[in-house]
Nanobody, 124 residues
């Protein structure tokens, strides 16, 4: 398994931007498909975005499409989530996830490795 550490969360006003990073340990990062999920208080964890091992394909939840961008740098063992035009509804703990398979990427059960999460709070 790969170990994941998220960073970049914080407090931002509505309309602002944040970039989350997820650093992975291990030499095989480039073989992992990556995902971002989030969980708001009292709600289930939900899919945000995913990217294939090569970076050639990306997928987004409808709620973030056009505002968020997922990318990766395999040389740095890092995946990013650029979040623009943030809304209070984006407030959640954001989790990075990894797996070598890429089935139902929108389900958290599709990912075997998870980070500890980073808090994003968007004020109105």
């Amino acid at each position: 398994q790969v170990q994941l550490v998220e960073s970049g969360g914080g407090l931002v006003q509505a309309g602002g931007s944040l970039r989350l990073s997820c650093a992975a340990s291990g030499r095989t990062f480039s073989s992992y498909n990556m995902g971002w999920f989030r969980q708001a208080p009292g709600k289930e964890r939900e899919f945000v975005a995913a990217i294939t091992w090569s970076g050639g394909n990306t997928y987004y939840a409808d709620s973030v499409k056009g505002r968020f961008t997922i990318s990766r740098d395999n040389a740095k063992n890092t995946v990013y989530l650029q979040m623009n035009s943030l809304k209070p509804a984006d407030t959640a703990v954001y989790y990075c996830a990894a797996d070598t398979t890429f089935g139902h990427y929108y389900r958290d059960s599709a990912f075997g490795s998870w980070g500890q999460g980073t808090q994003v709070t968007v004020s109105s």
